[in-house]
């Protein structure tokens, strides 16, 4: 599956013009100094690895969040304002939706400060800073554990690294396994939980193109809302107040009105997930020819009874909205994910990959 990334935890990919060939993986950003920064520079970049990721100066992990537990969300003012994409937003703009104000429908724009929306239960994180523990993690295995006393052994070391990391702050964290478990990192983390609607297209334009267009590339479609983060008065994270100011982050992204032109470097930076990226031929074997199948056969029926429901009623239309655009977000992708694998014959150049490895 060389080439062939399916989904990214953290990311930076480098698009280059007029061949439009991008350079990607796992590029963490700890470890651009180390690994990444030469590359990038010769393809365009014109900062530092420390303007990216660094823990003595305000920098682009600064601006970067974890929106919800899943998405991606950007900082692009001093007072807190977020955009991140409408469908991650979705959830948020349903719920504050009725028959007299659908927002789905219709948009959002608050007009002012004070006519921006709580949303309970939603928050963002800031990276604080990240650390390899993998010798940590590791620490008392041996070969003669069965793979329950390993695992319980992992998850051991784990908890305690996690609680001695944020022991007399009020940072969380947690720590995640890379390249199939062979090292693992910390993260530190700020969260805020006062997050508030500040504005969404109708869902004409953040949706538009529906799940025909969804996961098809290029896409025309404003996929985007905007939240804004509130803090107490001393720019701490605080549960929701009216008391609560807009937080002044330690960086936030400019927006440039200069356009783009062809060669221009080109980062992404952001969250979620994990990769598939080193599974092997087997993996994915039964990813595309019996998980997939079942998967999007199971999720048809379930959009298909939801769909008929909501036709049939605007409430219900309105209430089972972001449900439903979550089940049919991933239908399209392992629909879109199947057809991808099979068109690039990944199954056989991954199995002759494998082959090649074994025998070197």
Known sequence: MKNEVLTFWLFLTILLAPAMRADEGMWIPLLIEKYNI????EKGFKLSAEDIYSVNKACMKDAIVLFGGGCTGEVISPNGLLITNHHCGYGQ?????TLEHDY???????MSRAEELPNPGLSVLFLKRMEDVTERVLQGLDGDMNETEREEKINSNISEIQETAIDGTEYTAFVRPFYMGN?????????FKDIRLVGAPPSAIGKFGGETDNWVWP????????FR???GKENKPADFSE???PYKPDYHFPISLKGVNEGDFTMVFGYPGRTSEYVPSFHIDMVKNYINPKMIDVRTRKIEIMEAAMNSDPLVRIQYSAKKSGL????????GESQGLDKLNTIKKKRELNEMTIIE
């Open 219 to 226: 896409r025309h479609t404003g996929d985007f809302s905007l």
């Open 229 to 231: 983060v509130y803090a």
């Open 93 to 97: 703009i349903q719920k504050h939706s």
């Open 38 to 41: 030469k590359l990038m520079r």
């Open 328 to 335: 049919a977000n991933s239908w399209k992708r392992w629909i």
């Open 183 to 191: 090292q693992y990192f910390l993260f530190i983390n700020e969260k």
């Open 104 to 110: 789905l429908t219709d948009g959002f724009w608050a």
């Open 243 to 245: 008391d609560n100011i």
